[in-house]
């Protein structure tokens, strides 16, 4: 089915590896439909808890925009993110399911935008973003300039864009760019460990979490306290809250099933 990503399911985590290397996974038309085709099939999957989103080998996660390939389509920018990058990004930020960025090499222009758009970002500290759109001629897209104030401010987020310079790891974590930046050799021990705290966490309520986190910036206060009520009603009747609040009063650990 899918000819420019791997994608498979295993004891509940969805992994979706970008796999396009003779181009350092740059992002074609047909590479961002799979990646959107993928992560539906996950928000689709009841026995998916996680996903996590990387690059095959070790040198890229993604190098953004297939310049070569848009050229060649004969459709306007504006077509183009209409048509692939916008429903990409929306995919990501609207499955009610963490989305983990297994950031394993570099990722550029467009392809930082995509690890921003997850929930956690867990990084070789030899790896780097950068918001490489100016140097020809253009602004961030596919949702950057969105993330980037909400996560590093103003200021930090201009400076970043407007000089497409290199952020290695060790800078992003430290300025609130990524999760958590580490050896290249512990890359896959610390995402293995994050990735079985949330297969086994309350999947429901990381969900709604992350619903309502996404309004966080476009409502007031009053909006977000309605918001965090019909949501905690709807988790109040869960599994995992009877289950949790039982466990609690107990003084034992929870088994959450994610619904």
Same mark, same amino acid.
């Given at each position: ?17 970008? /796999? ?210 019909? /949501? ?28």
């Amino acid at each position: 089915m899918y000819q420019n990503i791997i994608f498979g399911v295993n004891d509940g985590v969805a992994t979706i590896t970008l /796999n396009r290397p003779q181009v350092y996974h740059a992002l074609s038309p047909a590479l961002i439909c799979e990646i959107t085709l993928a992560v539906e099939e996950a928000a689709n999957d009841d026995s998916v808890r996680v996903v996590v989103l990387t690059g095959e080998g070790n040198k890229a996660f993604c190098s953004g925009a297939d310049l070569k390939d848009a050229a060649e389509s004969g459709k306007t920018a504006g077509e183009i993110l209409r048509e692939y990058y916008n429903p990409m990004i929306q995919a990501i930020r609207n499955i009610p399911k963490p989305v983990i960025c297994r950031l394993n090499g570099l990722a550029v222009g467009a392809g930082s935008s995509l690890a921003l758009a997850c929930d956690v970002v867990i990084s070789s500290e030899d790896a780097y973003l950068s918001l490489l759109f100016v140097q020809i001629g253009l602004m961030p897209d596919a949702g950057a300039t969105f993330f980037l104030p909400r996560l590093i401010g103003m200021a930090k987020a201009f400076e970043l864009s407007s000089t497409g310079r290199k952020v290695y790891a060790l800078e992003a974590a430290r300025i609130g760019l990524i999760s958590k930046a580490v050896p290249g050799i512990e890359l896959d021990r610390e995402v293995n460990q994050i990735v079985a705290y949330y297969r086994s966490a309350p999947t429901m309520a990381i969900g709604a979490m992350k619903r309502v986190f996404n309004q966080s910036f476009h409502l007031n206060l009053e909006e977000m306290q309605e918001l965090e009520l019909q /949501n905690q009603e709807k988790l109040f009747q869960s599994h995992d809250a009877s289950e949790g609040i039982s466990a609690f009063l107990q003084k034992k650990a929870p088994d959450f099933q994610g619904k």
